[in-house]
Every structure is written in structure tokens, then in C-alpha cells.
């Protein structure tokens, strides 16, 4: 036996012991052929490297590298994680982490921000949903995958990192200093504006329906008679959630979400309690461009089953399912398995949902607001800040809970 066969043989044997690839291909006709030639390809290629490449490298990293650009080719929320990139997005989902407080997604190749997380160095640096990142501390991000921009952009807390920035409408690259922090996401904050309810939902960790039943419940006890529920720049966060909070507003019963599989497989959520504000408690739900996922979740079903009149900008189209598939070594593949559909059937993916009352706020009047609400919180003033007479999206909900429009509208949406 030749000493290239030898090596195929053994590169097949590690393949189909780690990875589990080759289940009967000799029995499934031209398509496993196909397989198992490419597969065979592959297992040459990685022998090949590890035994001639110009410096030692370990089987561990080519099969990390090689898992990596397989799962960056299929979609921009696929991924592979390495132990520590895992460990990461344990702590986020939880809640806290360390970084400078974005969440990003792929177009074209680039990292591009969803939505800046409020509180954070990156929201109070300035950094918008839409912008691209180009290079993180002078690296190119074009060859890189989400976890690797990811991964370059945290860091030990107190250091700082440099984004490279372009912005539709601006001349030139931008160049962001940011100084890394410990990221702790209040995730719901809520107020009182007048007789009427105002809850900020910033991100879908754990245990938020808890803290908007709350909010929801307190500001109930202070006799509002309507509530905004603003899910602007929130970038979604866990399914269960969405449907937790979701629960809160609609019937029992009611139809939240739908995904469907490639193999046509459907699985449907439905409300499962009966709601806490009474159908006759008008609500209004703030959307964006930075609004993606669960937020979007929520939105088309309280939209779709006219519970809400939904008011500000489309949002970001985000409707793709992920499932974190645990390795043995502590490793995950983060694979999108599924779509999700609204109550009515519409898949928003790279569509979003589009506002019942548009309502467009220019990057002047954001940045006017934003450095307002900075100048407040300077001056110690401690939890959400509003300021609708620099909001017109708040603006424009208020008026229409105080109008009596919004359960007109709802009748006829």
C-alpha cells in the first residue's frame, strides 16, 4: 500500500471517528459517491498540511480552522466556537460580559451592527445600527467570521480596542477608540410619562419576562392608561423568551411564532396564560432598523393579532433560528436549523416588519437625542431617561394612547 492510500485510510478514520460524517455511503447510490469523494478530498488535504506545511501545526487547529470556514460559509449567524468563544456566549446570554456592548451580524462579507446596547461604551460612543465594521485594531475584517471579529473586539476589561467604521452618508472611514467594560445588561427599565406606561426592553436574556411582568404590574398599580413597550436597537436575544413576554400581552392561546425546517418540519408556540393588562389598555410597541429577532417575534405577533399598533421604522429582518449544538471538548456549532413565520404566515427574513404609523427619525435629531439623554445621566440622574419632545417615535405613541387611536386602529389594522 502506498504511503499516500496509508494516509487516506488513516485521514478517513479520523474523520468518520470525530466527526461522524460517513453513515453508509457505499448504499446511497451516486449522491454518497459524491460524498465520499469529496470527503476523501478533504481527508488528503488535511494530511497534507499537517505532515508538509512549514511549520508544526496541530490536528486540533486545522479541524477548528476547518469547522470554522465550513459553518462561515452557509449563512452570517452560523458559526463554530471554540471552548472560549462558547464560554463567551454563555456569559451574554446570561447577561454579562466583558466587550464594548454591540451586537453584530454578517452582510456581504463585513461584520455590520445590528444595535448598539444602551449603557454601553459603544452607545455612548455613537456607533449605529447599519455600521460596518472594516478593521478591528487595524486588522481587515473581510476574510474574518463573526466569531473572530467577536472574539478581536473583547477583551481584558479597562483596555481599549479601535473599530474602523463606515457609515452610509459619510465622506470617510471613521476611527473609534472604545475602552473595554464589564458589560451588565439592564435589560428592562421602565417609567411613567404622564398617565402612560413606558417599558424599555433593551435585550432577550434570561429571566426578562419576570422583569417586564413586573414592570408591567407596578406601573398598572400607579393607574396608567396605556402602555409603550419600546423594543427600538434590540437585537433579540432566546426564543423562550420572546414567547414569555409575548404571553403577557396576548390571550391564551394564541398563536406567537412558528418555525419550519428544511424538512418541512413546523413547531408552533402558543400563548400560554392569560394576559396581565386588560384587551381594553391600549399599547403601542416602539420599533427600529436596530430591532432584530425576538424582537421582532413579539412585534409581529402582537401586530399581527392586533394587540398593538406598531409604530417607528422597519426593522432589521431577522427571522433565521439558531441551535447551539454542544461538542465533546466544550466547543459548540451554533447551525441555523429553521425560519420563523409570524402568526399570519409572513417570513420577515431580510424584510422586517413594517411599522402600522411610520414615523423616521433622521441621524440628527438621534444624535440630539442621544447626547441629551448623556447629559442627563451626567447630571446623576439614575434609569431610563425619556425625552419626547426629542423622541418624535415616543412622541407620536403617546399621541395616539392619549388620542384614543390606538384601539380604533386596532380594530381595522
Given at each position: ?39 476523501r478530498?478533504?481527508?488528503?488535504a ?10 508544526p ?34 456569559q ?15 452582510e456581504k462579507?463585513r ?13 455612548r ?16 475584517t473581510?476574510?474574518?467570521?463573526l466569531?473572530d471579529?467577536v472574539?478581536?473586539?473583547r ?17 470617510k ?6 475602552e ?8 428592562v ?24 411582568e ?19 436597537n434590540?437585537?433579540g ?29 413546523t ?49 432589521y429582518g ?16 451554533k ?48 434609569g ?18 392619549k ?8 380594530a381595522?389594522?
Amino acid at each position: 500500500m502506498s504511503k499516500v492510500s496509508r494516509l487516506r485510510n488513516i485521514g478517513i478514520a479520523i474523520v468518520t471517528f470525530s466527526l461522524g460524517f460517513i453513515v453508509g455511503f457505499a448504499s446511497q447510490g451516486r449522491q454518497a459517491e459524491d460524498e465520499y469523494k469529496y470527503l476523501r478530498i478533504f481527508t488528503d488535504a488535511l494530511k497534507i498540511v499537517k505532515d508538509n506545511y512549514v511549520e508544526p501545526v496541530s490536528m486540533k487547529d486545522l479541524i477548528y480552522g476547518a469547522l470554522n470556514g465550513m459553518t462561515k460559509s452557509l449563512d452570517p449567524f452560523s458559526g463554530f466556537l471554540t471552548p472560549k468563544q462558547y464560554e463567551s456566549f454563555r456569559q451574554e446570554t446570561e447577561g454579562e460580559f466583558g466587550g464594548i456592548g454591540i451586537e453584530i451580524g454578517m452582510e456581504k462579507g463585513r461584520p455590520v451592527v445590528i444595535s448598539p446596547i444602551e449603557g454601553t461604551p459603544a452607545y455612548r460612543a455613537g456607533i449605529k445600527s447599519g455600521d460596518m465594521i472594516l478593521e478591528v485594531n487595524g486588522e481587515d475584517t473581510s476574510n474574518m467570521s463573526l466569531m473572530d471579529v467577536v472574539q478581536r473586539i473583547r477583551g481584558k476589561v479597562g483596555t481599549k480596542v479601535e473599530l474602523t467604521i463606515y457609515r452610509k452618508g459619510v465622506d470617510k472611514p471613521m476611527k473609534i477608540e472604545l475602552e473595554r467594560a464589564l458589560i451588565r445588561i439592564e435589560s428592562v427599565k421602565w417609567t411613567k410619562i404622564d398617565d402612560v406606561g413606558y417599558i424599555k426592553l433593551s435585550q432577550f436574556n434570561e429571566n426578562v419576562s419576570i422583569q417586564v411582568e413586573r414592570a408591567v404590574r407596578e406601573l398598572l398599580s400607579k393607574g396608567v392608561k396605556g402602555f409603550v413597550f419600546d423594543l427600538r436597537n434590540d437585537p433579540g436575544g432566546l426564543l423562550s423568551e420572546a414567547i414569555s413576554v409575548s404571553d403577557l400581552f396576548l390571550p391564551e392561546g394564541k398563536l406567537v411564532v412558528y418555525t419550519k425546517s428544511r424538512n418541512g418540519e413546523t413547531q408552533r408556540y402558543f400563548s400560554r396564560r392569560k394576559p396581565i393588562i386588560p384587551a381594553n389598555v391600549p399599547l403601542v410597541v416602539l420599533i427600529n432598523k436596530g430591532s432584530a429577532s425576538a424582537s421582532e417575534i413579539v412585534a409581529g405577533a402582537l401586530q399581527d393579532h392586533k394587540r398593538a399598533v406598531i409604530v417607528g421604522e422597519k426593522s432589521y429582518g431577522k427571522a433565521s433560528v439558531q441551535n447551539i449544538i454542544n461538542m465533546e471538548d466544550g466547543s459548540a456549532l451554533k447551525l441555523t436549523v429553521a425560519y420563523y413565520y409570524t402568526p399570519l404566515g409572513k417570513l420577515i427574513h431580510k424584510k422586517g416588519i413594517v411599522p402600522d404609523v411610520e414615523v423616521v427619525m433622521d441621524e440628527r435629531q438621534e444624535e440630539a437625542l442621544q447626547e441629551a439623554i448623556r447629559q442627563r445621566k451626567l447630571q446623576g440622574r439614575n434609569g431610563v431617561i425619556v425625552i419626547p419632545e426629542m423622541d418624535p417615535q415616543l412622541s407620536k405613541a403617546i399621541e395616539l394612547i392619549k388620542s384614543g387611536q390606538v384601539l380604533k386602529r386596532v380594530a381595522n389594522l
